[in-house]
């Protein structure tokens, strides 16, 4: 079975700051996992995936994320917030095969402070 | 090239009634998993089409049932609506013999059950 925990539903920082959004996975099988942002009334917009190479994996927009196998997680950083940022920031998992299904996190909704 | 389409962008319907929602995939997809994702959730798996048949499915009551036909668009066709089932709907498509990472989402049907 996989799961995702995101950890705070909601996360506040300032333009410029650094943006660190937590995400820890559970995945009895070599897992992929993914980061999607979703804006207001839209569907979802992949930001960056793991799929076994690298650890350290960079995405759109300035986001990276880097896979800890021993503390099972994949945070999402970005090292200086734009206003534009602001979004609902979803982990996800799933198993290295074809066509497999994408197990979401609850997400995390991102807000940027003027 | 237009990407993942659905139809319609919002729907209203009362307890007990039937929904169809539809799907058009990315050009040159074969593969179309559809997704519900609730107010403040995120999404999740209901079921995955290919060659016109249901290949995976997650943990949705029988009342929710699909359909794929030999252009690929889909449809989700859910009975006996309960208050419960309001969400919004997302359909996603993928590319034939890639692994999960290239599932492309459209922009969801908003589904309203009063």
């Known amino acids: 079975a996989q799961s995702v925990t995101q950890l705070g539903s909601h996360v506040s920082v300032s333009e410029g700051a650094l943006v660190l959004l937590r995400c820890n996975y559970s995945s009895s099988v070599p897992p992929y996992l993914f980061w999607y942002v979703q804006y207001p009334n839209q569907g979802l917009q992949l930001l960056l995936k793991?799929?076994?190479?690298?650890?350290l994996v960079k995405g759109i927009n300035g986001f990276e994320a880097e896979f800890k196998k021993s503390e099972t997680s994949f945070h999402l950083t970005k090292p200086s917030a734009h206003m534009s940022d602001a979004a609902e920031y979803f982990c996800?998992?799933?198993?290295?095969?074809?066509?497999?299904?994408?197990?979401f996190g609850k997400g995390t909704r991102l807000h940027i402070l003027p | 090239d237009a990407g993942v389409t659905q139809s319609p962008t919002h729907l209203i319907k009362t307890r007990g009634q039937q929904v169809t929602l539809r799907c058009s995939p990315k050009?040159?997809?074969?593969?179309v998993s559809w997704y519900q994702q609730a107010l403040g959730q995120g999404p999740q798996f209901i079921f995955q089409y290919y060659e016109e048949e249901e290949r995976q499915r997650g943990n949705f009551p029988d009342r929710f049932s699909g359909h794929q036909y030999p252009n690929y668009s889909s449809e989700l066709n859910v009975n006996a609506l309960l208050l419960g089932d309001s969400a919004l709907y997302l359909c996603?498509?993928?590319?034939?013999?890639?692994?999960?990472?290239?599932?492309?989402f459209g922009p969801g049907t908003r589904l309203t059950v009063l």
């Open positions: 996603a498509s993928s590319l034939p013999g890639q692994p999960t990472d290239t599932q492309y």
């Open positions: 050009s040159g997809h074969d593969t």
């Open positions: 996800a998992v799933s198993a290295l095969k074809r066509g497999d299904k994408i197990i």
């Open positions: 793991y799929t076994s190479a690298a650890t």
